[in-house]
């Protein structure tokens, strides 16, 4: 799997957009960009995922460059439940291993 | 989405005893893994699990220490053997769903070895 690379920590002010950079400059074509989230104290939880063309879901939006060598998770409106450890993770999408996790993103949203 | 059911959530034990934690899936997945998390690090994966079959496991996990049985299609356990203080860490089992290709967490078991 590509090597990821994320900002260790990031703040927000709640109600606004969080905007969650992750460098991947050497993934492969037939890698996807993976999102996960780890809420204190939980178990991780899938965000959101994509290979070339931007994604949105209930949860959030995918922006992918056109070069694929780094993308953006967005969360639109953040609240003070979305402050956690976010983690980028490329690999491909139908291989069936297991997730490699890198030391992720801590997002704190603030009052 | 599948449902994992992981359980203990928290146990305390004594050194030089062992743990067996178990974890649910609430439909059949072909994989199935299982994660360590020491205190403030991320997620290190121990094995995977396979149906049937003895565990694949990590560099430096070996399955004396960890034992880890997968007697069908949704369910798993995991065995931390020989408890010293250093096993103190938050153990997570996870799921693969080969339509959605996402991977679900259960809520993870938090050892304290005393």
């Known amino acids: 799997d590509a090597k990821t690379t994320q900002p260790t920590s990031m703040d927000c002010a709640e109600g606004r957009a969080a905007n969650l950079p992750c460098n991947h400059s050497t993934i492969s074509g037939n890698e996807y960009v993976y999102w996960y989230r780890q809420i204190h104290s939980q178990g991780p939880q899938y965000i959101i995922h994509?290979?070339?063309n931007n994604e949105t879901n209930e949860m959030a939006s995918l922006i992918i460059t056109e070069d694929r060598k780094s993308s953006t998770l967005i969360l639109p409106h953040a609240t003070l439940r979305d402050t956690a450890v976010y983690y980028c993770i490329v690999r491909v999408g139908n291989s069936g291993y297991a997730l490699n996790f890198g030391k992720g993103t801590s997002l704190l949203v603030t009052p | 989405s599948a449902v994992i059911s992981q359980k203990p959530s928290r146990d305390i034990c004594q050194r030089g005893t062992s743990l067996t934690i178990q974890c649910q899936v609430d439909s059949q997945v072909t994989m199935m893994f299982w994660y360590r998390q020491q205190p403030g690090q991320s997620l290190t994966l121990i094995a995977t699990a396979n149906q049937g079959s003895e565990a694949t496991y990590e560099s430096g996990f070996v399955i004396d220490k960890f034992p880890i049985s997968r007697p069908n299609l949704t369910f798993s356990t995991l065995t931390v053997s020989n408890l010293s203080p250093e096993d103190s860490s938050i153990y997570l089992c996870?799921?693969?769903?080969?339509?959605?290709?996402?991977?679900?967490f259960g809520q993870g078991t938090r050892l304290t070895v005393v």
């Open positions: 994509g290979l070339k």
């Open positions: 996870s799921a693969y769903n080969p339509v959605s290709t996402e991977a679900f």
